[in-house]
């Protein structure tokens, strides 16, 4: 029997509708479903994966049973076990472990936004540990806890033609990275004669070629940067006095703070014209402006908070924040939230202390957590609890090599890549080995799959239903149903966190038998059906703005959910947690120790800073490069420069180059591109996933041109544990062979 069923696309965050053509429970084509959202015709025009989900939904290089690793680890000899063979067994080993080392004992580790997270986050609390490794220090989290300290909750972009007067694009490049949905309204803003565009990257991107202004940033100097445009926009008088006297909380000391970084230090230290510093300053100012943040400011090292504090203070002195056509403060969801489907509750006081970021990590960690909870829970709401304090890599692999503070012996893997995407893959491996158990849950046999001891099968798109929410900060949940059941033996990460909590006494806690039953539940305070919304495919309800100004229950307006009742500028929260009450650039991190540097340099290398992970269609991190169309037109990792650079370091198209640090080398290919003429540009995630199943001892090539070889996720940045991979330094030669 032929049946037509909606559905929808996981490569990227966008979630695509489809509609599949089903047959005796296999998806014989897939067409875009126009009646649902999201579609666009643009978008899909624009995207090169979609025609890629037949193949990935049945793809020969799938794991469609649970397997077992036989052999030594690392070895790449499997044996396929039963469901109830591998989860009775994963169970015994974890209640082992815990009764021999504590509840510490078991981590995880999180990628980017591929699957649902909170089922993992549920098994860990309910398990008992804190030791989620996420990558939330160095994406999403430092603008949402440096929104939240200033603002009392987090703000969302709101671009209105005809309103906002100016757009910023600061380190963020969504022609690349957001397979085109936001970079279709940064082409129309392009267009917009009364909307300027201004673009702060230190490359030429395509957002900084159709930009009025490009700010070719030094990396790492952000924060300066925007110190810089508040002398200016103070200097000249041009806050929104009305409200900065009604609204904000500590201006005069933050113009004594930014009076010695004129725009002619800031363009010495940036490395950007003065006037142009002082034209940007003065768009900032004038009418409403929008601006988009991203990784480029979110993996600088220990600027990153106070990088975001001086763009909040931007926002805040010009009248730009929950105002229509700059950003609107974001609602909570009408339906449950992220945090109550953690039960991050039931964790007990005695499991909490065995957090690790604490106290590195004031803010990143229970207790930061609980300062900043006290005062949103003035509008009613929480954040992502397990995310917003997700255990520091650094932290956990210490206890993973030396059993300090306890001994960390397990891991779950979910959905990420670490031997690939995780900083210092050196690190990552050798603490990895040392495990007494690993369980990879993932589509394929990764090279961090590789040194499992289990890797459980799991359902993707168009097998799994999709509610995508965003953390609880805004009222929006979208995707849709599975199309089919899951192929061979796959199962959901639900299914499987289920299972195995059932099995470790976790029962009471998953009364949902299905991820779609458990969409469901969630969806319930909105008096839809799951059926209302696979029908519909979002839940969607605006945020209003100026929401400060309504009434209270003494009919005073609500202001800000901070400290003060006002925006901080001067943070009243933040010294209590031993960071700094106004905004100051922090240090680079540097991972050339002086002998290696002297000694490489000898040899003809040249001591650069670079990037890395720029983010480039049509490959996401690890993912897709074994597809063959994608390498034809993109067949391995490269170096870029500019032309004028690259003359100076001798290289020219197509050599081959070495890259060194402190922590490891890799080699790539060297290509010219636009871009600021001191700093290179470092691809990052590749491996060679067409040469089959990785095993030891290359693991499908991650010592070659995995760029994560040369990084170090020691926390740089004080208050959330962040680490860098920008704006660090490294050695590059050619190679002659
Ligand atoms: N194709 C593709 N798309 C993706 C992903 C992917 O791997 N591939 N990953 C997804 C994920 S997990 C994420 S988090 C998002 C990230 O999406 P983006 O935030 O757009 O990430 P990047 O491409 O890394 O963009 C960072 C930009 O910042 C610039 N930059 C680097 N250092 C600095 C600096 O010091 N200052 C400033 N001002 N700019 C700097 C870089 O040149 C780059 O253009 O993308 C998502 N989308
Ligand atoms: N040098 C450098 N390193 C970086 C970054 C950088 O800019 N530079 N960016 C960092 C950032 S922001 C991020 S988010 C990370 C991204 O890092 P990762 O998330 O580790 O990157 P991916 O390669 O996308 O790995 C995803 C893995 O999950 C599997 N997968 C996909 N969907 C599912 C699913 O539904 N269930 C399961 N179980 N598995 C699934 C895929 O097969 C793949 O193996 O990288 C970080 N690392
Ligand atoms: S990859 Fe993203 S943009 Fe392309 S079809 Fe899939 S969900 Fe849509
Ligand atoms: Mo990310």
Same mark, same amino acid.
């Given at each position: 029997m032929t049946e037509i069923r909606p559905t929808n696309c996981h490569f990227c965050g966008y979630c695509c509708a489809f509609l599949a053509t089903v047959e005796d429970g296999r998806v014989i084509d897939l067409k875009p479903d126009p009646t649902r959202y999201p579609y666009d015709e643009r978008i899909l025009a624009g995207c090169r994966r979609w025609r890629m989900n037949l193949d990935v939904l @049945? *793809?020969?290089?799938?794991?469609?049973y649970p397997i077992r690793r036989v052999g030594q680890r690392g070895s790449g000899e499997w044996q396929r076990v039963s469901w109830d063979e591998a989860l009775d067994d994963i169970a015994a080993r974890l209640a082992d472990l815990r009764d021999r080392h504590g509840s510490g004992t078991l981590a995880s580790m999180i990628g980017g936004p591929h699957a649902s997270f909170w089922p993992l986050h549920r098994f860990m609390n309910l398990y008992g540990s804190p030791n989620n490794m996420g990558i939330g220090q160095i994406c999403w989290n430092p603008r949402i806890w440096m929104d939240v300290i200033t603002f009392g909750w987090t703000i969302e972009v709101d671009i209105r033609f005809g309103l906002t007067n100016a757009l910023f694009i600061w380190?963020?490049?969504?022609?690349?990275? @957001?397979? *085109?949905?936001f970079w279709q309204t940064i082409r129309a803003v392009g267009a917009d004669e009364n909307m300027a565009l201004v673009c702060v990257d230190p490359r030429f991107t395509q957002i900084a070629a159709l930009a009025d202004i490009w700010l070719p940033v030094r990396p790492g100097t952000d924060c300066t940067l925007a110190l810089a445009m508040l002398n200016v926009i103070i200097g000249e008088q041009r806050e929104d006095r009305a409200f900065v006297d009604e609204w904000c909380h500590g201006f005069d000391e933050l113009a004594e703070h930014v009076k010695p970084y004129t725009p002619e230090y800031a363009a010495e230290f940036c490395g950007v014209d003065a006037a142009d510093i002082v034209r940007a300053a003065r768009l900032f100012a004038e009418g409403r402006t929008a601006l988009v943040s991203g990784r480029g400011i979110d993996?600088?090292?220990?600027s990153v908070a106070p990088t975001h504090r001086a763009i909040c203070c931007l926002r805040a002195i010009t009248g730009n924040v929950d105002r229509a056509g700059s950003c609107i403060m974001a609602e909570a969801s009408d339906f449950t939230s992220e945090v109550e489907f953690e039960l991050t509750d039931l964790m007990t006081p005695e499991q909490r202390a065995l957090c690790l970021n604490t106290p590195y990590a004031p803010l990143q960690c229970f207790d930061g957590y609980e300062l900043v909870r006290a005062q949103s829970e003035k509008l009613g709401r929480r954040l992502p609890e397990r995310y917003m304090t997700s255990a520091s890599p650094d932290l956990v692999l210490r206890a993973m090599e030396t059993g300090d503070p306890y001994r960390v012996s397990a891991l779950i893997v979910n959905a990420t890549n670490p031997l690939l995407t995780y900083a210092d893959t050196n690190r990552v491996f050798k603490a990895l080995m040392g495990l007494d158990l690993i369980v990879v849950l993932d589509y394929y046999i990764t090279p961090t799959g590789a040194i499992a001891d289990y890797v459980l099968p799991c359902a993707g798109a168009i097998e799994r239903p999709i509610f995508q929410i965003h953390g609880g900060v805004a009222n929006m949940g979208y995707g849709g149903p599975a199309a089919? @059941?899951?192929?061979?033996e796959r199962k959901t990460d639900y299914d499987i966190f289920r299972a195995l909590g059932q099995r470790l006494g976790q029962g009471d806690h998953w009364p949902d038998e299905t991820l779609a039953d458990a969409f469901a539940t969630q969806l319930a305070p909105t008096g839809w059906t799951w059926q209302d919304y696979c029908t519909i495919g979002i839940y969607h309800i605006p945020p209003e703005p100026e929401k400060f100004l309504k009434p209270d229950a003494d009919g005073k307006p609500q202001g800000f959910a901070t400290t003060t009742g006002r925006i901080e500028l001067a943070s009243e929260l933040l010294p209590q947690l031993g960071g700094q009450r106004l905004p100051e650039q922090g240090a680079f991190m540097r991972l050339c120790p002086p002998d290696l540097v002297e000694r490489l340099t000898a040899e003809g290398a040249h001591h650069v800073v670079m990037l890395t992970g720029s983010r480039k269609q049509p490959y996401n991190a690890s993912m897709y490069l074994e597809n063959p169309k994608f390498r034809a037109s993109y067949p391995c990792g490269v170096v870029e420069a500019s032309p004028t650079y690259a003359a100076e370091l001798g290289l020219s198209d197509g050599d081959t180059v070495k890259l060194t640090t402190g922590q490891g080398e890799a080699r790539f290919t060297f290509a010219t591109a636009k871009m600021r003429d001191d700093i290179i540009n470092v691809d990052y995630g590749?491996?060679?996933?067409? @040469?089959?199943a990785p095993h030891a001892p290359d693991f499908g090539g991650i010592w070659e041109s995995n760029v994560n070889t040369l990084t170090s996720c020691k926390m740089q940045e004080p208050l959330i544990g962040t680490w860098a991979y920008n704006a660090i330094d490294c050695l590059i030669q050619k190679c002659e062979d």
């Amino acid at each position: 029997m032929t049946e037509i069923r909606p559905t929808n696309c996981h490569f990227c965050g966008y979630c695509c509708a489809f509609l599949a053509t089903v047959e005796d429970g296999r998806v014989i084509d897939l067409k875009p479903d126009p009646t649902r959202y999201p579609y666009d015709e643009r978008i899909l025009a624009g995207c090169r994966r979609w025609r890629m989900n037949l193949d990935v939904l @049945d *793809s020969p290089r799938r794991v469609n049973y649970p397997i077992r690793r036989v052999g030594q680890r690392g070895s790449g000899e499997w044996q396929r076990v039963s469901w109830d063979e591998a989860l009775d067994d994963i169970a015994a080993r974890l209640a082992d472990l815990r009764d021999r080392h504590g509840s510490g004992t078991l981590a995880s580790m999180i990628g980017g936004p591929h699957a649902s997270f909170w089922p993992l986050h549920r098994f860990m609390n309910l398990y008992g540990s804190p030791n989620n490794m996420g990558i939330g220090q160095i994406c999403w989290n430092p603008r949402i806890w440096m929104d939240v300290i200033t603002f009392g909750w987090t703000i969302e972009v709101d671009i209105r033609f005809g309103l906002t007067n100016a757009l910023f694009i600061w380190g963020t490049n969504p022609a690349q990275s @957001d397979n *085109s949905a936001f970079w279709q309204t940064i082409r129309a803003v392009g267009a917009d004669e009364n909307m300027a565009l201004v673009c702060v990257d230190p490359r030429f991107t395509q957002i900084a070629a159709l930009a009025d202004i490009w700010l070719p940033v030094r990396p790492g100097t952000d924060c300066t940067l925007a110190l810089a445009m508040l002398n200016v926009i103070i200097g000249e008088q041009r806050e929104d006095r009305a409200f900065v006297d009604e609204w904000c909380h500590g201006f005069d000391e933050l113009a004594e703070h930014v009076k010695p970084y004129t725009p002619e230090y800031a363009a010495e230290f940036c490395g950007v014209d003065a006037a142009d510093i002082v034209r940007a300053a003065r768009l900032f100012a004038e009418g409403r402006t929008a601006l988009v943040s991203g990784r480029g400011i979110d993996q600088v090292g220990e600027s990153v908070a106070p990088t975001h504090r001086a763009i909040c203070c931007l926002r805040a002195i010009t009248g730009n924040v929950d105002r229509a056509g700059s950003c609107i403060m974001a609602e909570a969801s009408d339906f449950t939230s992220e945090v109550e489907f953690e039960l991050t509750d039931l964790m007990t006081p005695e499991q909490r202390a065995l957090c690790l970021n604490t106290p590195y990590a004031p803010l990143q960690c229970f207790d930061g957590y609980e300062l900043v909870r006290a005062q949103s829970e003035k509008l009613g709401r929480r954040l992502p609890e397990r995310y917003m304090t997700s255990a520091s890599p650094d932290l956990v692999l210490r206890a993973m090599e030396t059993g300090d503070p306890y001994r960390v012996s397990a891991l779950i893997v979910n959905a990420t890549n670490p031997l690939l995407t995780y900083a210092d893959t050196n690190r990552v491996f050798k603490a990895l080995m040392g495990l007494d158990l690993i369980v990879v849950l993932d589509y394929y046999i990764t090279p961090t799959g590789a040194i499992a001891d289990y890797v459980l099968p799991c359902a993707g798109a168009i097998e799994r239903p999709i509610f995508q929410i965003h953390g609880g900060v805004a009222n929006m949940g979208y995707g849709g149903p599975a199309a089919v @059941d899951p192929y061979y033996e796959r199962k959901t990460d639900y299914d499987i966190f289920r299972a195995l909590g059932q099995r470790l006494g976790q029962g009471d806690h998953w009364p949902d038998e299905t991820l779609a039953d458990a969409f469901a539940t969630q969806l319930a305070p909105t008096g839809w059906t799951w059926q209302d919304y696979c029908t519909i495919g979002i839940y969607h309800i605006p945020p209003e703005p100026e929401k400060f100004l309504k009434p209270d229950a003494d009919g005073k307006p609500q202001g800000f959910a901070t400290t003060t009742g006002r925006i901080e500028l001067a943070s009243e929260l933040l010294p209590q947690l031993g960071g700094q009450r106004l905004p100051e650039q922090g240090a680079f991190m540097r991972l050339c120790p002086p002998d290696l540097v002297e000694r490489l340099t000898a040899e003809g290398a040249h001591h650069v800073v670079m990037l890395t992970g720029s983010r480039k269609q049509p490959y996401n991190a690890s993912m897709y490069l074994e597809n063959p169309k994608f390498r034809a037109s993109y067949p391995c990792g490269v170096v870029e420069a500019s032309p004028t650079y690259a003359a100076e370091l001798g290289l020219s198209d197509g050599d081959t180059v070495k890259l060194t640090t402190g922590q490891g080398e890799a080699r790539f290919t060297f290509a010219t591109a636009k871009m600021r003429d001191d700093i290179i540009n470092v691809d990052y995630g590749w491996w060679r996933p067409e @040469d089959g199943a990785p095993h030891a001892p290359d693991f499908g090539g991650i010592w070659e041109s995995n760029v994560n070889t040369l990084t170090s996720c020691k926390m740089q940045e004080p208050l959330i544990g962040t680490w860098a991979y920008n704006a660090i330094d490294c050695l590059i030669q050619k190679c002659e062979d």
